[in-house]
């Protein structure tokens, strides 16, 4: 029997408007984020360090236009000159600026507070983890095979994205080898604490643990995780028992809202598409700092996209501080 393949319409007058748009408002919503910021305390000798505003605002233009630090010089003395900066500094410095471990906390809050005006029409939201590459490499050796072998290393970011216009809730970066399901906590309860309501969290196999149905019920969602094939049906009467039921009496169901799942994996591909799959940077904090550059800048484009499809308010942008760390 045909299947007819589901599309999704598109409002390209409005679409075609915010592309052409872009990189201005992009700057200008990353100005008004940034308001709320409050500054770290400035060190009691040596020499003074430049404002964290001026920082993340260079960093995440670098990373928005995808230039190398010289051929960046001109977007950065373009946006001096319209007043999105203190004062103009070298474009190589924004390089210096992404090893401060004092813009980690605060990008992180970034990017969940960039998400907030999304609350009214995300409810569905779906974990995964990607991987964006690096230059640098290493060497080990191989027990099953007896040899020595070679690869790349990566910064792997874990992140919550709700599954109506891809934005990013939650990202959190633990190491390259960190595991997916010990991270769902931490992205479920920062996705909760900045005003969105869950309702359905599909997950992938990953997930899939007591402890993870639990927390997801606990703030009133419903875990959509596939269960193993060596998976039992638990206790009579405990939520795993419930969801095993459901997954093996109702599987068409069950995998349609589960489908929502594959939204994550758009978000990732969005990012990455537009702000490089790789990072420039070569230490573990400059390299993690760009990955939440990326993120950031995405979930701002998400936003000015929805501001002009959906009439998303962002005035709560400048309302709420950014909390001293």
């Not at 992404?98 to 995300?122: F, G």
Request: with cysteine; charged share 25%; proline share 3%.
């Amino acid at each position: 029997m045909f299947t007819k393949k589901t599309t999704y319409k598109q409002n390209w007058p409005v679409y075609n408007a915010c592309q052409m748009s872009e990189k201005d408002r992009f700057q200008e919503l990353l100005v008004d984020l940034l308001a709320g910021i409050d500054e770290p305390e400035q060190p009691k000798t040596g020499r003074r360090r430049t404002a964290m505003k001026d920082q993340i605002f260079a960093a995440c233009l670098k990373v928005f236009t995808g230039f190398s630090s010289r051929r960046f010089a001109c977007d950065l003395k373009e946006a001096h000159e319209r007043g999105h900066l203190s004062h103009l500094m070298h474009s190589v410095s924004v390089c210096a600026f992404l090893e401060s471990e004092l813009m980690t906390p605060i990008l992180m809050q970034l990017v969940e507070r960039s998400a907030q005006p999304l609350a009214a029409i995300e409810t569905t939201f779906a974990p995964d983890s990607t991987g964006f590459s690096t230059s640098r490499f290493i060497r080990w050796y191989d027990e099953k095979y007896g040899m020595e072998r070679s690869g790349r290393e990566f910064c792997k970011a874990h992140a919550m994205v709700g599954t109506k216009t891809n934005v990013a809730t939650a990202v959190v970066i633990e190491g390259q080898y960190a595991a997916d399901s010990p991270q769902l906590p931490a992205l479920v309860e920062r996705t909760v604490a900045n005003g969105f309501k869950l309702g359905d969290v599909p997950c992938d196999k990953a997930y899939l643990s007591h402890d993870n149905l639990e927390l997801i019920a606990k703030h009133g969602g419903t875990a959509i995780i596939p269960f193993k094939s060596n998976s039992k049906p638990g206790e009579a009467g405990t939520l795993w028992e419930k969801m095993y039921g459901y997954f093996m009496m109702n599987r068409t169901e069950f995998m349609g809202r589960y489908h929502q799942r594959s939204n994550a994996e758009t978000a990732f591909s969005m990012v990455k598409a537009k702000f490089r799959d790789h990072v420039r940077s070569k230490t573990d904090v400059a390299m993690k700092n760009e990955v939440l550059c990326k993120f950031l800048c995405h979930n701002i484009v998400v936003v000015h996209q929805a501001v002009a499809e959906l009439g998303i308010d962002i005035s709560a942008w400048q309302s709420s501080q950014v909390a001293r760390i």
